[in-house]
């Protein structure tokens, strides 16, 4: 039998779970204990008390079908019902109405018992408050009715048992959950670091808890001290190799500033500059968002502000819908390198471009749309990757770029924890980048 659907319903946080793994056993065992118990005790010890208490309605019964006329089957009631405590109505006035409460479980063995015990027995009542049982059954002279105190023929603390059961199982269940979590606050404590550092933020975070949480949290900060130091490494690598060359480029330029105006020393700045954007453009993908750390930051002033900046520049850029209040924990910097990054794309490849933020619950939404011709969902995983140009299928009116303008801002996008998303604009036609930051 395929149980998957039961998936929907269950917990999916380390808490309700471990809680899970403790309450099932442990209402299982209740559940079992009680049946047990009222199966094999309860009902038995009812059973017999019943069967000890017909013998006296039996002898009674017999007395009354012994007497010579209703007189004397009076006379030996009244003497008789008072020491077997015993109320006997004869003749019946009116019948008794059959009657059993659905959880009356040991009801059940009551009634079995007395049909079973005292033949001529006809309706049985057992009453709603369960305190007296009432039943007819025929004799001599006809019907009569016999009442006689619950107590009698049922166990009085049955329930305790059941009661102590519980209030135990609940006891152990506490103490146990707050043991379980004292074991995984550890583990919780190293999730929310890992997540952390996937967002790009460094938290505090010390091993603890049971040896295997403590092996892993141990391998979870050199794992975290290896990529620090191969990050800074690289952007270290990267910033002085630029700034070597950096040097010899200068000395290009002043040189190519001596020469004279003409069409081949035209081409020489012009690949001079070329050569000097791709530096710049490398050593921005190279540096990242390592040496900013993370503020709350409104992302609705960081944008506007970026499309009045691209207004003063020349650029064609609108701002869009703003939707949701609020401040988000980011590198406003890096998310500005990579928002203009993403512009610049948009006016390189179209006309006019715009910018949309939505902000929501769980998830800050940066969109950048424009009306160029796109990429196509084939290339859209390739063009995220570092020096990747597709420019064969895009505008070319406009310079071809270094292929890292899409790198960079996914590169920033993933370092907080989110991801840049590449689809079609609906209203422009062209390409619809999307940021998505997680709150």
């Known amino acids: 039998m395929n149980f998957l659907w039961l998936k929907r319903y269950l917990p999916r946080g380390l808490y309700g779970r471990a809680a899970l793994i403790l309450l099932v056993p442990i209402i299982a065992i209740q559940l079992i204990v009680s049946a047990a118990f009222i199966q094999r005790y309860f009902a038995d010890v009812t059973r017999q008390m019943t069967s000890n208490l017909t013998v006296d309605l039996a002898f009674l019964l017999t007395e009354i079908d012994e007497a010579p006329d209703l007189a004397g089957a009076r006379e030996r009631i009244a ?200 530096i710049d453009a490398f050593l921005d993908f190279a540096r990242g968002d390592a040496t900013e750390e993370p503020v709350l930051t409104d992302p609705y002033k960081l944008v506007r502000c970026i499309v009045q900046d691209a207004g003063r520049s020349g650029q064609t850029v609108a701002l869009g819908k703003l939707e949701g209040r609020g401040e988000v924990l980011m590198r406003p910097v890096a998310i500005r390198r990579a928002v203009e990054n993403l512009l610049g794309n948009a006016i390189r490849y179209g006309k006019a471009a715009r910018v949309s933020v939505t902000l929501g619950d769980k998830a800050l939404c940066i969109s950048i749309e424009d009306d160029g011709p796109g990429i196509p969902k084939d290339q859209r995983e390739r063009a995220v990757q570092p020096f990747q140009r597709l420019d064969p299928g895009r505008n070319q009116n406009k310079g071809s770029g270094v292929g890292l303008g899409l790198a960079i801002a996914f590169d920033i996008a993933r370092n907080h924890g989110g991801s840049l998303r590449l689809g079609e604009s609906a209203e422009m036609g062209g390409l619809r980048a999307e940021i998505v930051l997680p709150r």
């Not at 019902?81 to 009551?110: C, H, N, W």
């Not at 135990?168 to 550092?197: D, M």
């Not at 191969?230 to 000395?251: A, F, N, Y």
């Open 79 to 278: 003497r008789l019902s008072a020491p077997l405590m015993v109320q006997v109505t004869l003749p019946v006035e009116s019948k008794v109405e059959a009657y059993r409460a659905f959880y009356d479980l040991s009801g059940i063995s009551v009634e079995s018992t007395l049909r079973a015990r005292l033949p001529g027995v006809e309706a049985v009542n057992l009453g709603p408050d369960q305190q007296v049982v009432q039943f007819d059954v025929a004799t001599r002279y006809g019907l009569a009715q016999m009442a006689f105190s619950r107590t009698r023929v049922s166990a009085s603390n049955p329930h305790q048992l059941l009661v102590i059961m519980i209030f135990a199982g609940i006891l152990l269940t506490i103490i146990s959950y707050i043991f379980l979590r004292n074991q995984l606050r550890p583990i919780k404590r190293l999730s929310a670091a890992a997540e952390a550092f996937g967002r790009g933020r460094t938290s505090e975070y010390h091993p603890g808890g049971a040896l295997e949480v403590r092996a892993a949290g141990n391998a979870f900060l050199d794992m975290r001290q290896r990529i620090e130091r191969q990050m800074e490494q690289r952007t270290l690598l990267l910033s002085g190799v630029s700034h070597d060359l950096r040097t010899p480029l200068t000395r290009l330029k002043l040189g190519l500033s001596l020469i004279g105006d003409d069409a081949e020393t035209q081409d020489l700045r012009h690949d001079v500059a070329e050569m000097e954007a791709l």
